[in-house]
């Protein structure tokens, strides 16, 4: 009689300790859901860049290069509860192009802007946060380059508009009390593209537009981030395919001629680095 008594009492006690126990478990893992300065909170990003830019079409050898274009960026940011979150992301970037092509031409205007919309969820990995996102974006890129080049060249307006899908990876760490790490990795999958050439700016020719819609692009970044200061390297890549081929017309001794007209397969690089301030 005693010993199942005592049986009882033992088995008692070891359900009470496992229901600590389990309780235990259950509120570290409540606490573990975020980490103070890792965890994304809600708030604002506003940065300055500078960057070096590639264009080039190999089929056409066309390079369009430029050097310490300067550019600003925003994030917004709201999260929410369980830990997941939403972004505006918005980017402008302007500055001065050489091209090289049909002869050369050199200060020419560049510029373009880049809006997307994402969301996301932070997951927290032996005191590291991996946060996994995607989105919808949009890049409108011009570049003027009217005028003469030095083989007689003449130039035109020209506007890239990309509609893509951003899907990426946010990985975050601490590297002291006061500073972390911060790395982003994304592949960006083009969903349409429409290429505007202001063909008219030269005499007797019509304007032409071509759509894009096989290409793909991606980020890597990296940012070491200290109380509200963020600052570090980024690469930005883009590899378009051959456009849609369609016919245009010119203008030639009063005698209107058709042509076929398409936009070659090119790549875009961009190289610079990002100083940004949290609030």
Do not use: C
């Not at 975020?34 to 994304?40: F, V």
């Not at 205007?109 to 809006?115: G, L």
């Amino acid at each position: 009689m005693f010993n199942k008594l005592a049986l009882l009492a033992e088995n008692s006690k070891i359900q009470k300790l496992s229901l600590a126990l389990i309780f235990t478990s259950l509120s570290s893992l409540s606490l573990a859901q975020q980490i103070p300065g890792l965890s994304t909170v809600s708030g604002h990003e506003l940065g300055l860049t500078i960057s070096n830019y590639f264009y080039k079409e190999q089929s056409l050898d066309v390079d369009i290069k430029g050097q310490n274009k300067g550019g600003v960026a925003y994030t917004g940011t709201l999260a929410f509860g369980g830990n997941w979150f939403a972004k505006a992301d918005l980017r402008y970037v302007n500055g001065r192009v050489d091209y090289s092509g049909s002869g050369t031409s050199k200060g020419n205007p560049d510029w373009y802007y880049d809006a997307r919309g994402l969301f996301g969820k932070d997951f927290i990995v032996s005191g590291h946060v991996i946060a996994p996102y995607a989105g919808y974006g949009y890049r409108y890129l011009f570049n003027d380059i009217r005028g003469t080049s030095t083989t007689g060249a003449e130039g035109y307006r020209r506007e890239s508009n990309y509609w893509y899908i951003p899907i990426g990876i946010n990985h975050k760490m601490h590297l002291t009390g006061h500073s972390k790490l911060e790395t982003i990795i994304e592949y960006d999958h083009l969903l349409d593209g429409k290429q505007v050439s202001r063909l008219s700016d030269v005499p007797g020719y019509s304007d032409v537009k071509n759509k894009q819609n096989k290409g793909y692009g991606y980020r890597i970044s990296s940012a070491y981030i200290e109380n509200n200061w963020a600052l570090g390297p980024y690469f930005y890549y883009w590899n378009i395919n051959q456009s849609e081929i369609v016919d245009s017309f010119v203008v030639v001794n009063g005698v209107t001629q058709t042509f076929t007209a398409y936009e070659p397969k090119n790549t875009t690089k961009e190289l610079g680095f990002k100083v940004s301030y949290k609030f």
